[in-house]
């Protein structure tokens, strides 16, 4: 063996010995002598390059396969190709190249076939001399030599071509240009031209990209130089084909039996260096090539700009400048794109294809501009023809012909309206087309001849001004015309008027009642008249203010109208008498159809008006009319003499008894009877008995109003029905809605009203009624009473007596309140099967099954709250909890998870604790969501249901791990620096610490420097302080910042302490200035011997920090006055006092106290 010797640099002026890959100073050493010539003897053993088979091998190949290339090189100057056809010309070559050997091959197994000394003897040994050392050779070392001289040749073919790939490559090496700078260089011979086209197109959603992506055709740039390095690899030796050697499938055979021919290895460094080569050549060529991209990017929206020019052109808010702005901005990107963007783009190894994008952007921007432009044409056509439209129904409208005072006045309106708006506005419109027009024309936009004729029609109307000015001369003549015929209506109206006025005035002669439907019938007839007559003046007055004249007021109408009222009044007064006389004497008085109120009422109103026609006549003089209403008021006061009468026998409260005392006083038998009026009354002489009748009418009517007073209030009660609802699940009801309500204000109302009935003299007869009455409204009342009670208690306990839980810890209540329950349903189901209350509030023994049901609730209420006086004995915190919230956490003691709603009210830190998959509680979480964890976790399910018990657990817990978290940082206090400490614990230990800490180095530095010690520790806690203002100002998480929160407000106060006590000369650890501030400090616990505790000294108290878990919440920043307060609460507690500051409000009393807790 040859062995390796190092080569380090050389020494200037020594010469080197060197082979390849070996450097040795002085010459090889013995040893690497004796190997090279042992290599060299042991090659030339087995070399037989110079046999006859090899001589005429090496011929063969230089004359059939020298010029085989596995792949195409393409000329300098030709066409370049797609990568699709660029590979498939590889394969293609390389399949030609594989085919030619596979021929070749045959031959060159004849020559190896012919070999003399193989023909002769086979497997004999070879005599001829070989590598000139005269060496013999056995059949196997011929074979062997045969075949590395085939696979040496087979190689140098294959790293032929691949160094002419390599170099094809070669030629595009340089630093790739800008395709602007390549363009310069088109036609030139520095110009090197592509070896590739790739297309660039359209792909979705419209974005522009090559054809063929840049990936895919490095891949395939580099895939034939693989496949030409692996091309020969199953090429089957020489000596194979002469031997029925062929392996197994899967084995080779090397000199022990190798059939193929040696590979050339693609892990070969020169193969590899090759491979490489391209691959940072194609890799530089296609960045650039990607650059090509960049080009368009300010034209692609020319790809979806057909939505923009919709949602244009649907704006009403654009303008001409902007339609102008907006296609020149779209004519420019195509010019720009013609200029920047050619169709071929040469970028050395590729030249890009853009004829196809460039056509869709450009065929896009057009369309864009064909579809803004011929919008703009179309709607300038359709305004035109509108505005035709509208000259025209103008023209119509003020050429009509007046027929009447309307039709003038509603034209010359129109006329007027359109000289001083309607045709400014329209010719505004036209000015308006025109200039849309031009800016048409300015975009060379051509227009059809329809077009130009809708819009020549428009034109012609701009001189319509003169015809409007001719159509108002033109109106005058019509206005003379009938404001003639005006005129003349108004003479021939008036003289109808005095017509009415005198046949109104021959009333005064005419008193004859005899004749009163022929006066009615006149009179109706001269009303309808003068009712016309005022429908004629309205509408002479409208038409007169129409023309512009003042309203006549006619005043002749007025004053037939009131000509004619008081004969009006005084006929139908008449007949209204005759008619109402006879109903009253002669209509039945027992059948409800007279009324005495309305026929004292009806005569009243009667009596009154006949005086007052009386008088107006006897002022007019007119003395008929006048007698005929003096005899109308005389009648009447004659018949006002028997309304006494009326009202005694129409009193709907006369009963037989009534009737049997009239009897008595008329002497003789009278009963109502349907055939009695009130004139047969009279004959009766009933009319001389009236004031014993009358009192006997009025205690009727007293006794009726009793009698009805108690039938309305039963009447009030038959509608009220009591109104149920189903509560939730229990399958039972409840009282709900209005009904409750509604039925304490009818007691209200008429428990007030029968005693009052009742009390009164005329009751005697309803006494018995009324005492029944009173009984069932007490009753209600009680029942309500007692029954809203009972409800709800049974709402408040029927949720916490359906827990299981609750029923095994209070089986006595527990069944109690099932009977009650029963009770409850029972009266609940009948109630609501019949909800009327007039028989719902008479159910039997009603009133005394809830007054039981009530008695048992409050012995179970007694009971439940002796159980949860229980409970919170046991656990004090529970005294925080109502009732409700604490029977909540009982009533579910199978889920101890239940707590977490409430445990904040028991624990002011604690917002919820944490379990694990085993209900294990294992940590507190406070309100802001820091996590405490337990040093020894508690179990809720050992203590078998008893919330109680594990939250006492809990509560020790609490107070074990504060102080263990608390002395664990005490020890980490040292080993960190502040900032890094203080972001390790819980915020609440911190401060705690923290303070523990600042009392020791306070002290130390009175005892060992006195007040210059206070000077220096000044000086640290600012450079402490400067620290924590430089953490504050980073990315820190929410719960290092509350800490820091509340860490600042201490902190600050006590550096501000350290100063005062410098400036105040404290110098020593006793002096007073020094012991009246809050100090902490780690002590033996004079309670439980041999076990240290954190203690708080402020003057002379003494107290013990409580390690009550506070979560991580704010503090309140210290004053000189919550110094004070500190000092005597303090005081007062070391005393075993309470203590309460007191002062003005607002002044932070009750926050002082709550920070000192904390």
Same mark, same amino acid.
């Given at each position: 063996?040859?062995?390796?010797?190092?080569?380090?640099?050389?020494?200037?002026?020594?010469?080197p010995?060197?082979?390849?890959?070996i450097?040795t100073f002085?010459?090889?050493?013995?040893?690497?002598?004796? @190997?090279?010539?042992?290599a060299?003897?042991s090659l &030339?053993a087995?070399?037989?390059?110079?046999s006859?088979?090899?001589?005429?091998l090496?011929?063969?190949?230089?004359d059939?396969c020298?010029?085989v290339?596995?792949l195409?090189c393409p000329e300098?100057?030709a066409?370049?190709?797609?990568?699709? @056809?660029f590979?498939a010309?590889?394969?293609?070559?390389?399949d030609?190249?594989?085919?030619s050997?596979?021929?070749?091959w045959?031959?060159?197994?004849?020559?190896?076939?012919?070999?003399?000394?193989y023909?002769a003897?086979?497997?004999?040994?070879?005599?001829?001399?070989?590598?000139?050392?005269?060496?013999?050779?056995?059949?196997?070392? +011929?074979f062997?030599?045969?075949?590395?001289?085939? /696979?040496q040749?087979?190689r140098e073919?294959?790293e032929?071509?691949?160094q $002419?790939?390599?170099?094809?490559f070669?030629?595009?090496a340089?630093q790739?240009?800008?395709?602007?700078?390549?363009?310069?260089?088109?036609?030139?011979?520095?110009?090197q031209?592509e070896?590739?086209?790739n297309?660039?197109?359209v792909?979705?959603p419209?974005?522009i990209?090559f054809?063929?992506?840049?990936d895919?055709?490095t891949?395939?740039?580099?895939?034939?130089?693989?496949e030409?390095?692996t091309?020969?690899?199953?090429f089957?030796r020489?000596?194979?084909?002469?031997?029925? /050697?062929r392996?197994?499938?899967?084995?080779?055979?090397?000199?022990?039996?190798r059939t193929?021919?040696?590979?050339?290895?693609e892990?070969?460094?020169?193969?590899e260096c090759?491979?490489?080569?391209?691959?940072?050549?194609?890799k530089?060529?296609?960045?650039?090539?990607?650059?090509?991209l960049? &080009?368009?990017e300010?034209?692609?929206?020319?790809?979806?700009?057909?939505?923009?020019?919709?949602?244009?052109?649907?704006?009403?808010?654009?303008?001409? $400048?902007?339609?102008?702005?907006?296609?020149?901005?779209? #004519?420019? *990107?195509l010019?720009?794109?013609?200029?920047?963007?050619?169709?071929?783009i040469?970028?050395?190894l590729?030249r890009v294809?853009?004829a196809?994008?460039?056509?869709?952007?450009?065929?896009?921007?057009?369309?864009c501009?064909a579809?803004?432009?011929?919008?703009l044409s179309v709607?300038?056509v359709?305004?035109s023809?509108?505005?035709v439209?509208?000259?025209?129904?103008?023209?119509k409208?003020?050429?009509a012909k007046p027929n009447?005072?309307?039709?003038l006045?509603?034209?010359?309106?129109?006329?007027?309206?359109?000289a001083?708006?309607?045709?400014?506005?329209?010719?505004?419109?036209?000015?308006d087309?025109?200039?849309?027009?031009?800016l048409?024309?300015?975009?060379?936009?051509?227009?059809?001849e329809?077009?130009?004729e809708?819009i020549?029609?428009?034109s012609?109307?701009k001189t319509? *001004?003169t015809?409007?000015?001719?159509?108002q001369?033109?109106?005058?003549?019509?206005?003379m015309?009938i404001?003639?015929?005006?005129?003349?209506r108004?003479?021939?109206?008036?003289e109808?008027?005095?017509?009415i006025?005198?046949?109104? @005035?021959?009333?005064k002669?005419?008193?004859a009642v #005899?004749?009163?439907e022929?006066?009615?019938?006149?009179?109706?007839?001269?009303?309808k008249?003068?009712e016309?007559?005022?429908?004629?003046?309205?509408?002479?007055?409208v038409?007169?203010?129409?023309?512009?004249?003042?309203?006549t007021? +006619?005043?002749e109408?007025n004053?037939?109208?009131?000509l004619l009222?008081?004969?009006?009044?005084?006929?139908?007064?008449?007949?209204?008498?005759?008619?109402?006389?006879?109903k009253?004497? #002669?209509?039945?008085?027992? /059948?409800?159809?007279?009324?005495?109120?309305e026929?004292?009422?009806?005569v009243?109103?009667?009596?009154?008006? /006949?005086?007052k026609?009386?008088?107006?006549f006897?002022?007019e003089g007119?003395?008929?009319?006048?007698?005929?209403a003096?005899?109308?008021? =005389?009648? !009447?006061d004659a018949?006002?003499?028997n309304?006494? !009468?009326?009202?005694?026998?129409?009193?709907?409260?006369?009963?037989?008894?009534?009737?049997?005392?009239?009897?008595?006083v008329?002497?003789f038998? !009278?009963?109502p009877?349907?055939?009695?009026n009130?004139?047969k009354?009279?004959d009766?002489?009933?009319?001389?008995?009236?004031s014993?009748?009358?009192e006997?009418?009025?205690?009727a009517?007293?006794?009726?109003?009793?009698?009805?007073?108690?039938?309305t209030?039963?009447?009030?009660w038959?509608?009220?029905?009591?109104?149920?609802k189903?509560?939730?699940?229990?399958?039972?009801?409840i009282? *709900?809605? =209005?009904s409750?309500d509604?039925?304490q204000?009818l007691?209200d109302?008429?428990v007030?009203?029968?005693?009052t009935?009742k @009390?009164s003299?005329?009751?005697?007869q309803?006494?018995?009624?009324?005492?029944?009455w009173e009984?069932?409204?007490?009753?209600?009342q009680?029942?309500?009473?007692?029954w809203?009670?009972?409800?709800?208690?049974?709402?408040?306990?029927e949720?916490?007596?359906s827990?299981?839980?609750?029923m095994?810890?209070m089986?006595?209540?527990g069944?109690?309140?099932?009977?009650?329950?029963?009770?409850w349903?029972?009266?609940? *189901? =009948?109630?609501?099967s019949?909800?009327?209350s007039?028989t719902?509030f008479?159910?039997?023994?009603f009133?005394?099954?809830?007054?039981e049901a009530n008695e048992?609730l409050?012995?179970?209420?007694?009971?439940l709250?002796?159980y949860?006086?229980t409970?919170?004995?046991?656990?004090?915190? +529970?005294?925080?909890?109502?009732n409700?919230?604490?029977?909540?956490?009982?009533?579910?003691?199978?889920?101890?998870?239940?707590v977490?709603?409430?445990?904040k009210?028991?624990?002011?830190?604690?917002?919820?604790?944490h379990?694990?998959?085993?209900?294990?509680?294992?940590?507190?979480?406070?309100? $802001?969501?820091?996590?405490?964890?337990l040093?020894?976790?508690?179990?809720p399910?050992?203590?078998?249901g008893a919330?109680?018990?594990?939250?006492?657990?809990?509560?020790?817990?609490?107070?074990?791990?504060?102080r263990?978290?608390?002395f664990k940082?005490?020890?980490?206090?040292?080993?960190?620096?502040f900032?890094?400490w203080?972001?390790?614990?819980?915020?609440?230990?911190?401060i705690?610490?923290?303070?523990?800490?600042?009392?020791?180095e306070?002290?130390d530095?009175?005892?060992?420097s006195?007040?210059?010690?206070l000077?220096?520790?000044?000086?640290?806690?600012?450079?402490?302080?400067t620290?924590i203002?430089?953490?504050? #100002?980073t990315e820190?998480?929410?719960l290092?910042?509350?800490?820091?929160?509340?860490?600042?407000?201490i902190?600050?106060?006590n550096?501000d302490?350290i100063?005062? !006590?410098?400036d105040?000369?404290?110098?020593?650890?006793?002096?007073?200035?020094?012991l009246?501030?809050?100090?902490?400090?780690?002590?033996?616990n004079?309670?439980?011997?041999?076990?240290?505790d954190m203690?708080?000294?402020?003057?002379?108290?003494?107290?013990g920090?409580a390690?009550?878990?506070?979560?991580?919440?704010?503090?309140l920043?210290?004053?000189?006055?919550?110094?004070?307060c500190y000092?005597?609460c303090?005081?007062?507690?070391?005393?075993?006092?309470g203590?309460?500051?007191?002062?003005?409000a607002g002044t932070?009393?009750? $926050?002082?106290v709550?920070?000192l807790?904390?």
């Open positions: 063996d040859i062995h390796f010797v190092p080569a380090p640099p050389p020494v200037w002026g020594i010469a010995f060197t082979v390849p890959d450097g002085g010459g090889p050493p013995a040893h690497w002598r004796e @190997g090279l010539a042992n060299r003897a &030339l087995c070399c037989v390059q110079n006859g088979t090899a001589l005429r090496k011929e063969f190949w230089l059939q020298m010029d290339r596995f195409a300098k100057h066409e370049p190709k797609d990568i699709m @056809g590979h010309d590889q394969v293609a070559q390389l030609s190249a594989c085919r050997l596979t021929e070749a045959q031959d060159i197994v004849r020559i190896v076939g012919e070999e003399p000394e023909i003897a086979a497997g004999a040994p070879i005599t001829e001399p070989v590598g000139g050392a005269g060496s013999q050779a056995t059949e196997m070392q +011929f062997e030599s045969v075949a590395a001289l085939v /696979s040749m087979a073919t294959v032929q071509t691949l $002419e790939y390599v170099g094809l070669e030629r595009f340089a790739p240009l800008h395709y602007e700078a390549v363009k310069v260089l088109c036609g030139s011979d520095k110009w031209d070896l590739l086209i297309k660039l197109v792909a979705p419209n974005e990209k054809k063929h992506e840049l895919l055709v891949a395939r740039l580099l895939l034939p130089y693989k030409c390095t091309s020969l690899r199953d089957r020489p000596d194979a084909h002469l031997k029925d /050697s392996p197994p499938d899967g084995q080779t055979r090397d000199a022990d039996g193929l021919l040696w590979p050339v290895n892990a070969e460094e020169h193969i090759g491979y490489k080569r391209i691959e940072r050549i194609v530089l060529n296609l960045d650039s090539a990607e650059q090509v960049q &080009l368009y300010p034209f692609a929206f020319l790809l979806t700009e057909e939505t923009n020019v919709t949602e244009f052109l649907d704006d009403p808010t654009k303008t001409r $400048e902007d339609t102008e702005a907006y296609i020149t901005r779209l #004519r420019t *990107a010019d720009d794109l013609k200029e920047q963007c050619p169709p071929q040469r970028t050395q590729m294809d853009a196809d994008v460039n056509r869709k952007l450009a065929q896009c921007g057009q369309d501009v579809k803004l432009l011929k919008a709607r300038q359709e305004r023809g509108r505005l439209k509208s000259f025209e129904s103008l023209h409208r003020i050429m009447n005072e309307d039709q006045v509603d034209l010359e309106n129109a006329v007027e309206q359109a001083s708006t309607d045709f400014p506005r329209l010719l505004e419109e036209y000015e087309i025109k200039a849309w027009l031009f048409t024309f300015d975009l060379d936009h051509l227009l059809m329809p077009d130009y809708a020549w029609a428009a012609e109307w319509y *001004a015809t409007i000015a001719n159509r001369e033109a109106l005058q003549a019509d206005r015309r404001e003639g015929g005006l005129t003349e108004r003479s021939k109206f008036s109808e008027l005095i017509g006025i005198n046949k109104v @005035g021959k009333f002669d005419k008193g #005899r004749m009163l022929d006066y009615l019938g006149q009179i109706s007839d001269l009303k008249k003068i016309t007559c005022r429908a004629d003046m309205e509408d002479i007055n038409k007169e203010e129409l023309v512009g004249w003042e309203a007021e +006619f005043e109408l004053r037939a109208q009131e009222d008081p004969y009006d009044k005084l006929w139908n007064l008449v007949s209204e008498h005759q008619k109402a006389h006879t009253w004497t #002669r209509s039945s008085l027992f /059948s409800g159809e007279i009324k005495p109120e026929v004292e009422s009806d009243q109103a009667m009596w009154r008006l /006949s005086f026609l009386k008088a107006t006897e002022a007119s003395t008929k009319p006048a007698q005929v003096a005899k109308l008021r =005389s009648d !009447l018949f006002k003499e309304v006494p !009468l009326l009202h005694a026998l129409c009193n709907p409260g006369l009963r037989d008894r009534h009737w049997k005392e009239i009897s008595n008329v002497h038998a !009278l009963e009877d349907p055939s009695y009130l004139q009354m009279l009766f002489d009933l009319a001389n008995h009236i014993e009748i009358g006997i009418s009025e205690n009517a007293k006794e009726y109003q009793i009698e009805n007073g108690l039938a209030q039963k009447g009030e038959a509608p009220v029905n009591m109104e149920f189903d509560w939730g699940d229990t399958g039972t009801f009282v *709900a809605g =209005s409750v509604e039925v204000t007691l109302d008429h007030i009203k029968t005693q009935m @009390g003299p005329y009751a005697v309803f006494q018995e009624q009324l005492n029944d009984s069932f409204l007490k009753s209600v009680d029942i309500i009473d007692v809203l009670k009972v409800q709800g208690v049974w709402l408040y306990l949720p916490i007596f827990s299981e839980d609750i095994q810890q089986p006595t209540e069944a109690l309140f099932r009977e009650v329950d029963g009770t349903r029972d009266i609940m *189901a =009948s109630s609501k019949d909800p009327n007039l719902c008479a159910q039997e023994n009133l005394q099954r809830l007054e048992k409050e012995r179970v209420q007694k009971g709250n002796d949860l006086e409970k919170r004995l046991f656990f004090p915190r +529970f005294f925080f909890l109502s409700d919230n604490l029977l909540e956490i009982l009533s579910e003691t199978k889920d101890p998870r239940r977490n709603a409430h445990v009210k028991a624990f002011e830190g604690i917002q919820s604790l379990f694990d998959e085993d209900l294990k509680i294992t940590g507190m979480i406070s309100p $802001e969501k820091e996590h405490a964890p040093t020894n976790p508690v179990d399910v050992a203590a078998r919330v109680e018990v594990w939250l006492v657990q809990v509560e020790d817990a609490m107070i074990e791990s504060i263990d978290i608390s940082s005490r020890d980490d206090f040292p080993t960190k620096t900032v890094e203080l972001q390790a614990w819980p915020g609440q230990v911190v705690g610490i923290f303070n523990l800490f600042w009392t020791a306070v002290n530095a009175l005892q060992t006195g007040n210059a010690g000077a220096d520790y000044a000086a640290k806690l600012e450079g402490i302080l620290d203002v430089q953490l504050v #100002r820190i998480p929410a290092v910042r509350f800490t820091l929160e509340a860490l600042i407000v902190f600050v106060h550096k302490t100063i005062d !006590l410098r105040k000369g404290v110098f020593k650890a006793d002096d007073f200035e020094w009246v501030q809050l100090r902490y400090f780690i002590e033996e004079p309670d439980k011997p041999g076990v240290d203690f708080v000294r402020i003057t002379n108290s003494f107290l920090y390690y009550e878990y506070i979560g991580n919440c704010n503090r920043v210290v004053t000189p006055l919550t110094d004070r000092r005597t303090c005081g007062a507690l070391h005393l075993l006092y203590a309460a500051p007191e002062g003005p932070g009393k009750t $926050e002082t709550k920070d807790a904390k």
